[in-house]
């Protein structure tokens, strides 16, 4: 089946402007069960988005982050053709007012991922790819770069909560980058790592709609990704899964060399 990328971007797109904006410093938010915040956003979102797929194909089932793990797991047994969407992510962020969050959606075919969409509603920025096709910011290629930075004076991206106890003290302690930041809101993470923004990533455990997308983006832009233990980050299953970016090969080298030493 031919998926018309442009149709699901202006969905999305649609969507997102018309249910997270305007709610946007102005809502409450609950905790779900594994602590984390749900919001009205979340859920308009959730819903509009899948009965918007529904009417473009019908023929193709539909998971959400919003599903419980049952259904989550049956759709991925079960579904050749699989759309996976993260209806806002950085709900914390989002929450909080801080403005970085974004709506994120995959589609899965035969356990792999062949289309990815990202958007930013505050900044307008639509990040997608296609398997095999390339990658785009806002319908313009995007392609990562060489830095020339060093890893010792490389602005890295990393959620430190999710890593070993080891791990975060040997970062902490020998600290063998610049400067370190986190974003809150993996989608936008990925995307910025793609984007060139930033020069390295890591992250101790994502779910499958937090990397779904980001992770056909950073490779149709030519990023370089793996898990700690070395493996392909994408897998179509429920476990987290650790995440190592860098849209810069030596770096990534350097920062894979770093953390295999002291994880």
């Known amino acids: 089946m031919i998926i018309n990328r442009k149709a699901i971007e202006s969905l999305v797109r649609q969507v997102a402007i018309e249910e997270i904006l305007p709610r946007f410093n102005k809502i409450t938010y609950s905790i779900k069960r594994d602590g984390s915040l749900l919001t009205e956003a979340d859920l308009a979102t959730d819903k509009r988005i899948q009965q918007g797929l529904a009417a473009l194909y019908p023929s193709i089932a539909f998971l959400s982050e ?13 579904s050749e053709q699989l759309w996976c969407l993260d209806p806002l992510d950085g709900t914390s962020n989002f929450a909080a007012g801080i403005p970085l969050f974004a709506t994120s959606l995959a589609l899965f075919e035969k356990g792999k991922v062949v289309l990815g969409i990202t958007y930013d509603p505050i900044r307008d920025e639509m990040f997608s790819a296609i398997a095999g096709q390339g990658a785009w910011l806002n319908n313009q290629p995007l392609r990562c770069i060489t830095s020339g930075f060093q890893l010792k004076n490389a602005v890295v991206i990393a959620d430190f909560k999710r890593l070993s106890s080891q791990l975060q003290q040997a970062l902490l302690q020998k600290k063998p980058y610049g400067s370190q930041r986190n974003l809150g809101a993996c989608v936008l993470e990925w995307a910025w790592m793609a984007a060139n923004r ?38 179509p299953a429920m476990e987290s899964r650790s995440v190592v970016i860098s849209p810069d090969k030596q770096l990534f080298k350097e920062w894979i060399q770093f953390l295999d030493a002291n994880k």
């Open 66 to 78: 919003e599903m419980s793990r049952k259904q989550q797991t049956h759709l991925l047994q079960e």
């Open 198 to 235: 930033g020069h390295a990533y890591l992250h101790g455990g994502m779910k499958l709609w937090d990397l779904a997308a980001g992770s056909l983006i950073l490779s149709e832009a030519g990023g370089y990704s793996a898990t700690l233990d070395g493996e392909i980050v994408f897998k």
